[in-house]
């Protein structure tokens, strides 16, 4: 639904478009460089331990992002997606019979998302020019903690595994002038981790180390960005 709005937002700013600009010609780079944010879906992860009910949920995450886009010819593009690392908090809400809702903090980690995509460009000699482009992610997690509390219960760490998934996108470049363009960028992106903890026993004396697995974190985000560009051949 989210994407269809936008997809309509995108046509009816180009029916708005009179004054023709400098055509994005065949063999054309335009290099952006802005600010986006990463908002996961919500409820990430549910399972139940020990007869509690518990949901995982993973925060937004805002950071400098990084695309260039080259132009096969008027219309067919190839673009890839880099940033700084994104950093997001991870909360755990519990139900528990007879208590209620709780929810807290448990740790956190950092992502970085490159993406590649191949782009199609509706009107490639307009003042705006929008575009649609469906590719390929990967997501790598790292720096992931937990808070200190867990330790005293024998949690050591928590892991989560790289993820592998389809990227959708739409967005537009403004023409500012010959060179420089402003960049609305919009992208759905499958990412689904494993998630495991170590768990650490002291059994009569004796330190025993096991992999715990949670199950599947499903993030799934949305990712809005703007930024500024500059296209050069």
Same mark, same amino acid.
């Given at each position: 639904?989210?994407?269809?709005?936008?997809?309509?937002?995108?046509?009816?700013?180009?029916?708005?478009?009179?004054?023709?600009?400098?055509?994005?010609?065949?063999?054309?780079?335009?290099?952006?460089?802005?600010?986006?944010?990463?908002?996961?879906?919500?409820?990430?992860?549910?399972? !139940?331990?020990? =007869?509690?009910?518990?949901?995982?949920?993973?925060?937004?995450?805002?950071?400098?992002?990084?695309?260039?886009? +080259?132009?096969?010819?008027?219309?067919?593009?190839?673009?890839?997606?880099?940033?700084?690392?994104?950093?997001?908090?991870?909360?755990?809400?519990?139900?528990?019979?007879?208590? &209620?809702?709780?929810?807290?903090?448990?740790?956190?980690?950092?992502?970085?998302?490159?993406?590649?995509?191949?782009?199609?460009?509706?009107?490639?000699?307009?003042?705006?020019?929008? +575009?649609? =482009?469906? =590719?390929?992610?990967?997501?790598?997690?790292?720096?992931?903690?937990?808070?200190? $509390?867990?330790?005293?219960?024998?949690?050591?760490?928590?892991?989560?595994?790289?993820?592998?998934?389809?990227?959708?996108?739409? &967005?537009?470049?403004?023409?500012?002038?010959?060179?420089?363009?402003?960049?609305?960028?919009?992208? +759905?992106?499958?990412? $689904?981790?494993?998630?495991?903890?170590? !768990?650490? $026993?002291?059994?009569?004396?004796?330190?025993?180390?096991? $992999?715990?697995?949670?199950?599947?974190?499903?993030?799934?985000?949305?990712?809005?960005?703007?930024?500024? &560009?500059?296209?050069?051949?």
């Amino acid at each position: 639904m989210k994407l269809c709005k936008a997809l309509l937002v995108v046509t009816g700013l180009l029916a708005l478009v009179a004054a023709p600009a400098l055509a994005t010609e065949p063999g054309t780079w335009t290099l952006r460089a802005g600010v986006g944010t990463v908002q996961p879906d919500d409820n990430n992860l549910t399972f !139940v331990d020990e =007869g509690d009910t518990v949901m995982i949920d993973v925060g937004n995450g805002t950071a400098m992002t990084l695309s260039g886009t +080259y132009m096969f010819n008027e219309h067919w593009a190839f673009d890839i997606l880099a940033s700084l690392p994104f950093s997001h908090d991870i909360k755990a809400t519990i139900d528990v019979p007879d208590v &209620g809702m709780e929810t807290a903090k448990i740790g956190d980690t950092k992502h970085l998302p490159p993406t590649v995509s191949v782009q199609y460009h509706f009107a490639p000699d307009s003042t705006f020019q929008p +575009y649609v =482009g469906l =590719g390929v992610n990967w997501t790598t997690f790292f720096d992931t903690d937990l808070v200190s $509390e867990f330790e005293a219960d024998g949690v050591d760490k928590l892991r989560l595994d790289d993820s592998f998934g389809l990227a959708a996108q739409i &967005g537009g470049d403004w023409q500012l002038n010959d060179n420089w363009v402003a960049n609305l960028d919009i992208r +759905y992106i499958d990412i $689904e981790t494993d998630a495991s903890v170590d !768990v650490v $026993e002291d059994i009569d004396g004796e330190i025993f180390a096991s $992999e715990l697995k949670l199950g599947t974190i499903k993030i799934d985000p949305w990712v809005y960005s703007v930024n500024l &560009g500059y296209q050069f051949k």
